[in-house]
């Protein structure tokens, strides 16, 4: 079938085989918390997706990186939502790295491999919070950064070798600074809780990291800085347009593979199906659009700006083509087996992610009135 055939040969091409061990496992144990789906991804290179091939990564382009996340959420939303964490943490390590003389090129070295995962401590999964806002609080003792906290949802935390996080820095003579720290997960003073009690994307290992005292040498620490008028420096806002366009290919693919199965099916009137194959067509084209121009550099305020509004559009495709491919499967499907309700519940999620389209409506109506985007 013709949908779903561009992100399976991307899949396949920098994922070599994964798409097809991931087609031969049930949906539903993919989507367990003892999944296996996160092993199959490290071992066919998912890691190193986004790094240069200079440094041992597969050097994927924004483009590509969206059609391989919604094959992977096609075949299991959990998978394609944990490793966003990991891909968006990579993607932002990779621009530090190319205006840095520090130790990021080595730390992706590492990371490529030996398969490291990143899990993401920002502040994502918070009501009312920022991707950025600080879950971690870290004191000077002289030396060293000694970081405090709870990250909860945080996803991979099980299987992480790196957690990223965001880290409120309190020094007794410099004040406080928002940093990014990077810290291996085997650590001292790092534990892990289970938080997740929702069976919905349990495979995504959501539960809760906790910090205590953990000992972090400054050179693993980013500060990061705002302009006078609050927008983002360069780095924080490149991560955040990674993360809006990952996260909404990890939903996007859920809808499409619904409605791949109201295709195989020829459920309902061929002119409701067809709505369907291009409603997720065109949403797909307009998130290839939007990383096509990260890849050109759109990576800025103005490219956060056309990232929201991406997400924020295709979510409403996502909405209205899972409701509708639910209804044209019908009863005795969504009766017969739970991965059609299990779908269509996932898919909801897309409206969890930071920020929501209330707290983001005045910083778009600001920006399409030609002033910066400011994200709280």
């Known amino acids: 079938m013709r949908l779903l055939s561009r992100e399976r040969e991307a899949c396949e091409r920098h994922l070599p085989g994964l798409d097809g061990k991931l087609a031969s496992i049930p949906l539903m144990e993919l989507e367990s918390p003892d999944s296996p789906g996160i092993g199959l991804y490290r071992s066919a290179g998912g890691a190193g997706l986004l790094i240069p091939t200079v440094h041992g990564g597969g050097g994927a382009s924004a483009v590509d990186a969206v059609r391989v996340t919604r094959a992977v959420a096609a075949r299991s939303p959990s998978l394609a939502v944990a490793t966003t964490m990991h891909q968006f943490s ?4 990779v621009a530090l790295a190319e205006s840095s003389t520090g ?3 080595m730390l992706l070295d590492g990371v490529a491999r030996d398969q490291r995962l990143m899990a993401s401590g920002f502040a994502e999964g918070r009501t009312g919070s920022g991707i950025l806002t600080p879950t971690m609080k870290g004191v000077w003792d002289g030396a060293n950064w000694r ?4 990250k909860q949802p945080c996803s991979l935390s099980r299987s992480m070798d790196l957690l990223t996080a965001s880290v409120a820095l309190e020094h007794p003579e410099q004040g406080t600074r928002t940093g990014i720290a990077l810290i291996p997960a085997a650590a001292p003073g790092i534990s892990v809780t289970p938080f997740w009690g929702s069976p ?3 495979g995504a290992e959501s539960d809760s990291v906790v910090l205590a005292d953990v000992e972090v040498h400054p050179d693993l620490i980013v500060e990061l800085t705002t302009g006078l008028d609050g927008e983002l420096d360069d780095l924080q806002t490149l991560g955040f347009v990674w993360f809006e366009l990952l996260v909404t290919a990890c939903y996007l693919g859920v809808a499409m593979n619904l409605v791949e199965r109201v295709l195989t099916a020829g459920r309902g009137p061929a002119h409701e199906r067809l709505g369907l194959g291009m409603a997720v067509e065109g949403a797909a084209l307009a998130l290839d659009g939007a ?3 990260l890849d050109e550099g759109d990576g800025g305020n103005d490219g956060l700006a056309r990232a929201l ?3 924020f559009t295709v979510a409403d495709t996502v909405r209205a083509t899972t409701a509708k491919a639910v209804e044209l499967l019908g009863g005795m499907a969504f009766a017969g087996s739970p991965e059609v309700g299990y779908l269509a519940a996932a898919s909801h999620a897309i409206g969890f992610h930071p920020p929501s389209r209330h707290s983001s409506a005045d910083a778009l109506l600001g920006w399409f ?3 910066p985007v400011v994200i709280d």
């Open 291 to 293: 990383a096509r121009n």
């Open 147 to 150: 970081v405090s906290g709870r």
């Open 90 to 93: 990579v993607a932002s390590l």
């Open 103 to 105: 130790l990021e090129w």
């Open 200 to 202: 919905v994307l349990a």
């Open 369 to 371: 009135s030609g002033r």
């Open 309 to 311: 509004i991406t997400r």
